[in-house]
C-alpha cells in the first residue's frame, strides 16, 4: 500500500507540480483546494501526511492545523506546511499552530521529498 499525502493547495499550478512530484515518488496523492474541504475530507478518509499550504481562501493553513491538532486520533498526523513567507517571526507563528515543519516556496523537489520521506519510512 503507497502512503497517502493530503495536498492542500489552492493554486493549481502548485497542485499540479506537487502531485506529479510526489506520484513519481510512489505516493498516492489526493488534493484539495480549501481547508473547508481538507477537514471534511479527514472526518472520512485516512491520510499519512498534509502537505498544507499557508495561505488559503477561507480558513488559513494555520487554523486548519490548530483545529486538526484538537482532533484526538489526529494529533500525531504529520503535517508540513508550504509558505511562501521567509520571515521568520511568521515562520515561528505557522510552527506554533502545530505543523511538524515547514517548506517556503517556490518548491524544491529535492527539498520536498527529502522532507516527507522523514515522516513516512516505509
Ligand atoms: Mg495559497
Same mark, same amino acid.
Given at each position: 500500500?503507497?502512503? =497517502?499525502? @493530503?495536498?492542500?493547495? !489552492?493554486?493549481?499550478?502548485?497542485? %499540479? *507540480?506537487?502531485?506529479?512530484?510526489?506520484? !513519481?515518488?510512489?505516493?498516492?496523492? /489526493?488534493?484539495? +483546494?480549501?481547508? +473547508?474541504?481538507?477537514? /471534511?475530507?479527514?472526518?472520512?478518509?485516512? #491520510?499519512?501526511?498534509?502537505?498544507?499550504?499557508?495561505?488559503?481562501?477561507?480558513?488559513?493553513?494555520?487554523?486548519?492545523?490548530?483545529?486538526?491538532? &484538537?482532533?484526538? =486520533? @489526529? &494529533?500525531? *498526523?504529520?503535517?508540513?506546511?508550504? /509558505?511562501? =513567507?521567509?520571515?521568520?517571526?511568521? $515562520? $515561528?507563528?505557522?510552527?506554533?499552530?502545530?505543523?511538524?515543519? *515547514? *517548506?517556503?516556496?517556490?518548491?524544491? !523537489?529535492? $527539498?520536498?521529498? %527529502? /522532507?516527507?520521506?522523514? #515522516?513516512? $519510512?516505509?
Amino acid at each position: 500500500m503507497n502512503a =497517502h499525502i @493530503l495536498v492542500v493547495e !489552492d493554486n493549481p499550478d502548485n497542485s %499540479k *507540480l506537487v502531485s506529479w512530484i510526489l506520484e !513519481d515518488e510512489g505516493y498516492d496523492v /489526493t488534493c484539495v +483546494e480549501s481547508g +473547508e474541504r481538507c477537514l /471534511t475530507l479527514l472526518e472520512k478518509g485516512d #491520510f499519512d501526511l498534509i502537505l498544507m499550504d499557508i495561505s488559503l481562501p477561507g480558513i488559513s493553513g494555520k487554523e486548519v492545523t490548530r483545529r486538526i491538532r &484538537q482532533i484526538p =486520533h @489526529l &494529533q500525531k *498526523l504529520p503535517v508540513v506546511a508550504l /509558505t511562501a =513567507h521567509a520571515i521568520e517571526t511568521e $515562520q $515561528q507563528s505557522i510552527l506554533s499552530s502545530g505543523v511538524d515543519d *515547514l *517548506l517556503t516556496k517556490p518548491i524544491n !523537489d529535492d $527539498q520536498l521529498v %527529502k /522532507t516527507i520521506r522523514k #515522516f513516512l $519510512q516505509a
